[in-house]
């Protein structure tokens, strides 16, 4: 009995962990997300000097229709997402929660979304899900990218 309880001891007596960009790596990598509509693809390099940086690419038909730059870097004990979409002011969204291969990223001021989570899948795919409301709606989406071939890699 004695011994089942260390863990749970030392778990309240240790301070939490911090959460660092390299637990973000299962993030790492090139998806694609194909539909009728278009093409997006999403691309992260490794973690690397406390920093992940990231590119988003919308496509339908040969017309480019949307794109984004990311960052994720750790600062102050946070991780912070940094996305500058095309056509709209960047902005910066704060780890809530890292747990396992899941991340959820919040700016409660940002006017939409407000959340953007990312999690690995079964399948070498990586679930993305951007949540928030719209004049008082709750609005929300899910992209689900398969691991693609990097370019020129």
Known sequence: MTAMLWPALLALLL???????????????????????????????????????????????????????????????????????????????????????TVAFENPEHDFPQRILYRAAPGDSLHARIEGTVNGQARSADFRYGRVACPGG
């Not at 278009?38 to 690397?48: D, F, K, S």
């Not at 992940?52 to 040969?62: E, F, K």
């Open 15 to 101: 301070p939490a962990q911090e959460p660092a960009v390299r637990d973000l790596a299962f993030m790492s990598g090139c998806w694609e997300r194909r539909t009728a509509s278009g093409t997006v693809e999403e691309q992260w390099m490794a973690p690397r000097g406390a920093t992940m940086l990231g590119m988003s690419r919308t496509v339908r038909g040969q017309a480019t229709v949307a794109y984004e730059s990311l960052r994720i870097e750790a600062r102050d004990g946070a991780l912070l997402y940094h996305a500058a979409p095309s056509g709209q002011a960047p902005a910066t969204f704060r780890a809530g929660q890292v747990a396992g291969e």
